[in-house]
T-cell receptor, first 118, second 117 residues
Framework: EAGVVQSPRYKIIEKKQPVAFWCNPI?????LYWYRQNLGQGPELLIR????????DSQLPKDRFSAERLKGVDSTLKIQPAELGDSAVYLC????????????????FGPGTRLTVL | AQKITQTQPGMFVQEKEAVTLDCTYD???????LFWYKQPSSGEMIFLIY??????QNATEGRYSLNFQKARKSANLVISASQLGDSAMYFC??????????????FGTGTRLTIIP
């Protein structure tokens, strides 16, 4: 079974430029997450989708960040314009939400996109 | 207050020895789940083990076990017979509420484990 796929793996841009990250979750997983992981920190949730609906975007900086999951499968996270502080690893994860909670809600992570803003 | 605290930024352990990675958590929700993930240098977060707040027994998965002390709000990861491939960052995470819609994970700052040959 294929895991969560992300591209690109690495991206270097100058500040004020736009950038986009793509994620394809595990087939059949209805929940998709975007996390940001700053250097030396654990991941922090940016946005969570249930199918095509963004159900938790409270941590997404909406002035410059946007995300979409139009058909409830793959997703794109965009930053426009990028700032120096956006340098981080952007992780995508997916899960198959169960009603009872527990192990079945395990999140499977992709390899991440390492963004460097110069 | 930090929801997940990992007090060991780094640890060095001799190969084949057991190692304990500390994790304490803070929540007022009686229903929660605790996760441990491994992040090698490749960057991918790999799920290791899960403990639910109502689970009566400590979770075990192969060489991984979770020392769950609910009253102390600690969920330490124990790796038995460490191997060179265990060298990585280890993150403790918590999900508060176990029902549908409570899937947000809160992560600690991680512990970098280095296994010495």
């Amino acid at each position: 079974e294929a895991g969560v796929v992300q591209s690109p793996r690495y991206k270097i841009i100058e500040k004020k430029q736009p950038v986009a990250f793509w994620c394809n979750p595990i087939s059949g997983h209805n929940t998709l997450y975007w996390y940001r992981q700053n250097l030396g920190q654990g991941p922090e949730l940016l946005i969570r989708y249930e199918n095509e609906e963004a159900v938790d975007d409270s941590q997404l900086p909406k002035d410059r960040f946007s995300a979409e999951r139009l058909k409830g499968v793959d997703s794109t996270l965009k930053i426009q314009p990028a700032e120096l502080g956006d340098s981080a690893v952007y992780l995508c994860a997916s899960s198959s939400v169960g009603l009872a909670g527990g192990h079945e809600n395990e999140q499977f992570f992709g390899p991440g996109t390492r963004l460097t803003v110069l | 207050a930090q929801k997940i605290t990992q007090t060991q930024p780094g640890m060095f352990v001799q190969e084949k020895e057991a190692v304990t990675l500390d994790c304490t958590y803070d929540t007022s929700d009686p229903s929660y789940g605790l996760f441990w993930y491994k992040q090698p240098s490749s960057g991918e977060m790999i799920f290791l083990i899960y403990q639910g707040s109502y689970d009566q027994q400590n979770a075990t998965e192969g060489r991984y076990s979770l020392n769950f002390q609910k009253a102390r709000k600690s969920a330490n990861l124990v790796i038995s017979a460490s191997q060179l491939g265990d060298s990585a960052m280890y993150f403790c995470a918590m999900r508060e509420g176990l029902g549908f819609g409570n899937e947000k994970l809160t992560f600690g700052t991680g512990t970098r484990l280095t296994i010495i040959p």
